[in-house]
């Protein structure tokens, strides 16, 4: 209910367009043609994300993907049984030639230029950690501030300073998504706060010189403040750049449609990614009304999306028909 209606699906209804027009114009490709929707690409209640085409790339077993569990104890595994969509092939089910995804670009450069194709080039680095902080529960009225092991306040410091490094650097974003303090209580002075990080860049030096930083200022935070501050690593998926060839292909096809098009990087974590590990990958994006994504308000017009749609097609006519 909090999302939009296009990310992810708009590819996979893409996918079975283009299927279902080489049988209706009774064309037999040269090789197969399978289109995939890949579970759990958001990662948000089972971590890491893009599990699903992470798994089918070997990045991660099928049988530690299924154990992953969320917040509550319930694993993948036995949720894909409640709902029916617990698969019965074993990985890996084919090893495909190319990687193609046609996506919302989820984002606002299409729109604002008023261009009508993004050629991807790759994918930003993505990697996420929970941060622990614990300190001592105590009287929020009784309680000097000099004698407190205020886990809130050290957490809050923490948090500005993500800000402040990655305004520091333009193409470096750090995002604090959740954040949940213990006991909870608008009088008791915090002992617990656990919260997210969201860091992604286009370069990994930058991803490693930032988490350099942010060790460094942690350990700060912790002695200052007199609490304990743990870092897990949730997630660290590297840079990927997509394959040439194909993005050659992709502004070829535009071009003879007469749409518009541009190179350009994703700031979202995509599949792609995942199967770049396995062969030749690339991505196709059409215009996000006012970047707007994640949220209801997720809009592209229909002209849009027929018009990705028919890239697709003509890319994947030209790797896959006689």
């Given at each position: 209910?909090?999302?939009?209606?296009?990310?992810?699906?708009?590819?996979?209804?893409?996918?079975?367009?283009?299927?279902?027009?080489?049988?209706?114009?009774?064309?037999?490709?040269?090789?197969?043609?399978?289109?995939?929707?890949?579970?759990?690409?958001?990662?948000?209640r089972f971590q890491p994300d893009m599990m699903g085409s992470l798994a089918f790339a070997g990045g991660i077993s099928a049988e530690e993907a299924l154990a992953a569990t969320d917040d509550e104890g319930r694993s993948l595994g036995s949720e894909l049984e409640r709902i029916g969509y617990a698969g019965e092939e074993p990985l890996p089910i084919a090893t495909p030639g190319e990687y193609l995804e046609l996506h919302v670009e989820q984002g606002p450069i299409l729109d604002g230029e008023g261009v009508q194709i993004g050629v991807v080039e790759g994918v930003q680095g993505i990697w996420w950690w929970r941060i622990t902080v614990r300190g001592t529960a105590n009287h929020a009225g009784t309680t000097p501030l000099a004698l407190r092991h205020d886990a809130g306040h050290a957490a809050a410091r923490i948090v500005t300073f993500l800000r402040e490094m990655a305004k520091a650097t333009p193409a470096t974003l750090a995002t604090v998504g959740t954040m949940a303090f213990r006991p909870g209580s608008i009088n008791v002075v915090p002992s617990e706060a656990v919260f997210t990080v969201d860091l992604r860049d286009p370069e990994r030096a930058r991803l490693l010189a930032a988490e350099e930083k942010i060790a460094v200022f942690t350990a700060r935070v912790a002695e200052e403040e007199e609490v304990s501050v743990v870092m897990d690593q949730l997630v660290r998926f590297d840079p990927v750049s997509f394959d040439g060839?194909?993005?050659?292909?992709?502004?070829?096809?535009?071009?003879?449609?007469?749409?518009s098009s541009r190179r350009m990087a994703s700031g979202a974590g995509h599949d792609a990614q995942m199967m770049a590990r396995l062969c030749r990958s690339a991505m196709i994006f059409v215009p996000s009304r006012g970047g707007v994504s994640h949220s209801p308000a997720e809009h592209t017009e229909d002209d849009q999306l027929i018009r990705g749609a028919e890239v697709l097609l003509r890319v994947v006519s030209r790797l896959i028909c006689p």
């Open positions: 209910t909090n999302a939009g209606a296009l990310d992810g699906c708009y590819g996979v209804l893409s996918g079975l367009a283009v299927a279902r027009a080489f049988l209706t114009e009774g064309v037999r490709p040269k090789r197969p043609l399978i289109v995939a929707a890949f579970t759990n690409e958001e990662g948000v060839g194909l993005l050659d292909l992709i502004e070829q096809a535009a071009a003879e449609k007469g749409f």
